[in-house]
């Protein structure tokens, strides 16, 4: 490869790392968001374009560990109840707080437990605050029928993902850039046997940040 070649590549993933995704704004914003400003959950961009996929409609968010994802998931789901154990986060967000979030200040040692005792059971959690061990103990008793549990920067807490592999729970990894951050993350999903999430469009997987637009020939039966 030239010289050229070289750089036109690296400037073409460039452009879709910090224009397609939005990262180029989450750093001058310092927000976790995409590239019209809309909040996104701090998680690896390939788990973000998979949610992207997903009919979150009526369905029902439990999150340890509150901020723009907190806004991400309001806008698509149906309920979300939020517990934050950091005072400056909790007051950040409860400034732009929308009606009906249920947002919960939680700081000392039963934060792990607030699941418990909300109550009931939520298509998804998200561990993404902390305790996470212990948050990963208690949040597939109250994981709903197919639903699925998201530990996000899982490489950082092997024994939390061994912990929900046991407890039955298929591990989907998501490696990948993040908003706001210079190096790569990982963003595990953890799907019931029975996950059950509709697709949001007819098409899957839709078309990626940075795809080529087109449909291979091979993508129908050969002609006899």
């Not at 070289?6 to 995409?34: C, K, N, P, W, Y």
């Not at 390939?46 to 439990?62: C, K, M, S, T």
């Not at 000392?108 to 212990?134: C, H, L, N, Q, S």
Request: hydrophobic share 35%.
């Amino acid at each position: 490869m030239s010289g050229d070649e070289f750089h036109t590549h690296a400037r073409a993933i460039a452009q879709i790392v910090m224009h397609g995704h939005g990262h180029g704004r989450s750093l001058s914003e310092q927000q976790s968001v995409d590239a019209d400003g809309r909040p996104l959950p701090m998680f690896s961009y390939p788990a973000i374009e998979y949610l992207g996929q997903l009919d979150l409609r009526g369905r029902a968010v439990f999150e340890y560990g509150s901020g723009d994802s907190t806004l991400y998931w309001y806008a698509r789901a149906g309920r979300v109840v939020t517990v934050e154990h950091d005072q400056a986060w909790f007051d950040r967000l409860a400034s732009r707080k929308p009606p009906a979030l249920e947002l919960l200040f939680v700081p000392d040692e039963t934060y792990a437990r607030t699941i418990a005792k909300i109550g009931g059971t939520f298509d998804i959690v998200v561990i993404d605050g902390i305790d996470r061990y212990d948050c990963a103990g208690l949040a597939p008793d109250h994981l709903a029928p197919g639903g699925m549990i998201i530990l996000d920067n899982a490489e950082w807490h092997p024994a939390t993902a061994e912990r929900l592999r046991k407890a039955d729970l298929i591990e989907i990894d998501m490696n990948g850039f993040s908003p706001r951050r210079p190096y790569c993350q990982t963003t595990s999903l953890f799907l019931r046997r029975d996950f059950n999430f509709k697709p949001a469009d007819l098409v899957q997987p839709a078309l990626g940040i940075g795809n080529r637009q087109r449909v291979s020939s091979y993508d129908r039966p050969r002609q006899r």
